[in-house]
């Protein structure tokens, strides 16, 4: 089963008088983010001084930590963001399932949960309504720092859930999703539990497996977090932007390769369905070369690329 060819947005907005929010979290809920958020964080946070005093940082774990990393941003860029959130393409039922399971790898959420929240997010974009916009306190100094926090992280800790109902209808009603949904728990011990596994087998020792925990997972999942929501909080905050959108999404070029090309944010917000956000010149895509790749295997199909007479019309006038 594939997605719709239809924009999701269009499932956003004209679902009726749905209400954007149901209900809030429970303890063992909030509980849950908290562990998701500060745990990674406090490994990143002791990052430095264990590698740097103690040589707590192996080959292993480097190249363990890269391959997870690449896998868990892709499944976020090309799987929960630009598939299921946008529907940049329509995919055959592996890559589906494929990329739902990649994404759930990256720590930051069930794939439906997620897509709502983002899908949200568009049809408020920095205006009330919108989950983590920076914009929403003010333009002063001391409310653009309690934005940038907001948009960040501070955000993840909001009680408020987005109605799935009214934001993923199409989602909920796809069986493969909602299993792998249901599942994120093991997506997430597996997450971290496969990089000790394959430390300690590359180095064959019980220490090999403890620093793959910790740099191969802990490390690794921190990192991609905080990559991820700069897009919600820098790229809506700084950067250029050289097409038309409806609010401040922003290109920042230092964070594309590490985004896997989402950084390239002011086109998207733009454009939301383009499959390509990097469509200038020297724009790193990695997210857009994937999924080109997918599609010369027959896997992805009624892919969205950009067109030059559609570019054309979303840039900007020059000033």
């Known amino acids: 089963m594939t997605l ?87 995919a055959a039922r592996g890559l589906k399932i494929g990329l739902a399971i990649a994404g759930s790898l990256a720590m930051q959420g069930p794939v439906i949960k997620w897509v709502a929240d983002h899908r949200r997010h568009h049809a408020f974009s920095d205006k009330e309504g919108d989950p983590h916009s920076p914009w929403l306190y003010g333009t002063s100094a001391r409310a653009l720092a309690r934005g940038f926090w907001h948009s960040h992280t501070g955000w993840l800790f909001d009680r408020d859930l987005t109605n799935e109902e009214r934001f993923t209808p199409d989602l909920l009603a796809d069986d493969d999703l ?59 905050m ?24 989402e950084s390239w944010h002011n086109l998207h917000h733009a454009d939301p369905t383009c499959a390509r956000h990097g469509v200038q010149k020297g724009q790193i895509d990695i997210s857009a070369v994937t999924i080109r790749a997918f599609e010369k295997l027959g896997w992805a199909t009624a892919v969205r690329w950009p067109t030059t007479k559609r570019l054309e019309r979303l840039a900007k006038a020059p000033s």
């Open 4 to 90: 719709a060819a239809d924009p999701p947005e269009a499932t956003a907005s004209t679902a009726g008088p749905k209400s954007v929010f149901a209900g809030t979290r429970g303890t063992p809920q909030q509980i849950g983010v908290y562990v998701f958020v500060f745990l990674p964080l406090a490994a990143l946070v002791a990052a430095i001084p264990l590698a740097v005093i103690f040589g707590f940082l192996g080959w292993s774990d480097i190249v363990v930590g890269a391959v997870f990393y690449l896998v868990g941003c892709l499944g976020i860029t090309v799987g929960y963001h630009r598939y299921f959130t946008h529907g940049s393409f329509k």
């Open 178 to 236: 909602r299993r792998v949904d249901r599942l994120f728990g093991l997506w997430s011990a597996l997450t971290l539990l496969l990089p000790a596994l394959l430390g300690g087998l590359l180095s064959w020792s019980w220490w090999g497996a403890l620093t793959g925990l910790f740099w191969a997972g802990l490390v690794r999942v921190a990192l991609l977090h905080h990559v991820t929501w700069s897009i919600n909080s820098i790229c809506h």
């Open 238 to 261: 700084w950067g250029e932007r050289p097409f038309s959108a409806r609010d401040h999404s922003a290109n920042v070029w230092w964070l594309a390769v590490f985004s896997c090309g």
